[in-house]
Nanobody
């Protein structure tokens, strides 16, 4: 069982930065592949970034590549999403998710555990 709690969202202006954190409980965190997804009003949930269990392998959605960075600190049971050069189209609820498997995945249905989400709003 893994419980996930996101934090760090807020209201910012275009071009600003935010860092989201996802604190995980459970003894298996260091063996879980992790991901960030987002969902804007009226839109489907979409993949943002994923990292494997040891933090060495990452993958990003094309829309955030070069602006967002996913990382993890297994000693702190925490995964991060550093978001730079934010755009209004980045506005969404951001969700942290954990897999049973250690590898990365861009597919939401391959994640078993989900956080409650944190709102990110970017004004123009």
């Amino acid at each position: 069982q893994v419980q996930l709690v996101e934090s760090g969202g807020g209201l910012v202006q275009a071009g600003d930065s935010l860092r989201l954190s996802c604190a995980a409980s459970g003894r298996t965190f260091s063996s879980n592949g992790m991901g960030w997804f987002r969902q804007a009003p009226g839109k489907e949930r979409e993949f943002v970034a994923t990292v494997n269990s040891n933090g060495r392998i990452t993958r990003y959605a094309d829309s955030v590549k070069g602006r967002f960075t996913i990382s993890r600190d297994n000693a702190k049971n925490t995964v991060y999403l550093q978001m730079n050069s934010l755009k209004p189209e980045d506005t969404a609820v951001y969700y942290c998710a954990a897999r049973i498997e250690s590898w990365i995945s861009v597919n939401h249905y391959e994640y078993l555990y989900w956080g409650q989400g944190t709102q990110v709003t970017v004004s123009s």
